[in-house]
């Protein structure tokens, strides 16, 4: 066993409080289970501290998202289930309190196809381009791209007219005009 | 780069992700601090029951001498009991001729005990009830 030095057991942990919250996510839009996500997010994190692994990675977001994702992989082999996903549980906290749009989204998000899925995670939340996300899930960072473009057009026709986006986009250039 | 739909993107971003629960290597470095108070209880706890049995060893054999001194008997030849120590041994030694001497010399000699006047022994007021 490889004792991780307190520099690194502080980065490791740094890294679990900046991308916990998207981490979280992307697990859950994986196991479609948000407390089977969490404890998956956590073991990965136990893991890296007990080996010290993370001193040699250069990507070290990346890297955890893959160890997330392969962390998963394994549990859902050694399982040998399919877990449907979880319709009562929130995954976000949504803008102005509205559960209603939170529940859609989620359930939007939930509609697609799981690759797809985890790549408007990875790219709307966790903010990783399109060559990391490349990395994270062992496709090219092409693939990924127009993954992510067929997954948001999805998306918008699943929400459907619960969002005006012309209103995001206007509130968008009067807050750039006003700066 | 794929083409992005900026307004639709910026909608999505403003959900944003739960927060995790603590993680769970926080809990160790917690762990010391509660054994810590745990351990000061422990100690405090210890010092005060010395310090109770300390006052009750002092007080307790002191309240009974003053509380029996009117009743003890007093027994002659109790004071003139020595007994043997290495001192009195090196002494003997010392002093003696030979070793047959101190040897001599260390003998206990049974003191001769007797109940003070008016004070009657265990042995006679047993006779007596026979």
């Known amino acids: 066993m490889v004792l991780t030095t307190p520099a690194a057991r502080a980065e490791i942990e740094a890294l679990y409080r900046q991308h916990g919250p998207a981490l979280l996510l992307f697990a859950t839009a994986i196991a479609g289970e948000r407390s089977r996500a969490q404890d998956m997010v956590h073991q990965v994190f136990l893991k890296l501290i007990e080996d010290g692994s993370l001193q040699q990675v250069s990507n070290k977001k990346a890297y955890v998202f893959t160890c997330v994702r392969n962390a998963l992989a394994n549990e859902s082999r050694r399982r040998q289930r399919t877990v449907s996903l979880d319709p009562d549980a929130a995954w976000f906290t949504a803008p102005d309190q509205n559960l209603a749009a939170e529940t859609n989204l989620r359930r939007a998000l939930g509609s697609l196809p799981r690759e797809q899925s985890q790549i408007v995670v990875l790219h709307v939340w966790a903010e990783l381009t399109f060559s990391e996300i490349g990395e994270v899930l062992g496709i090219s960072p092409n693939t990924a791209g127009s993954r992510y473009r067929y997954a948001l057009a999805k998306l918008r026709d699943a929400l459907g007219g619960s969002v005006d986006t012309t209103q995001v986009a206007k509130k968008e250039n009067s807050c750039a005009r006003s700066r | ?130």
């Open chain 2, 1 to 130: 780069m794929p083409d992005l739909d900026d307004p639709f993107e910026t909608y999505l971003k403003k959900f944003r992700p739960l927060d995790p629960a603590p993680f769970l290597a926080d809990v160790p470095a917690k762990a010391p601090e509660k054994r810590r108070h745990l351990g000061i209880t422990i100690w405090a706890l210890a010092l005060a029951a010395t310090a109770i049995l300390a006052i009750l060893l002092v007080r307790i054999p002191a309240h009974h001498l003053t509380e029996n001194k009117g009743h003890a008997p007093q027994l002659r030849g109790a004071k003139d009991f020595q007994p043997l120590t290495l001192n009195r041994a090196d002494r003997a030694l010392a002093e003696s001729a030979s070793i047959e001497a101190a040897l001599d010399s260390l003998e206990s000699k049974p003191a001769r005990i007797s109940v003070l006047k008016g004070a009657g022994s265990a042995l006679a007021a047993l006779s007596e009830e026979n």
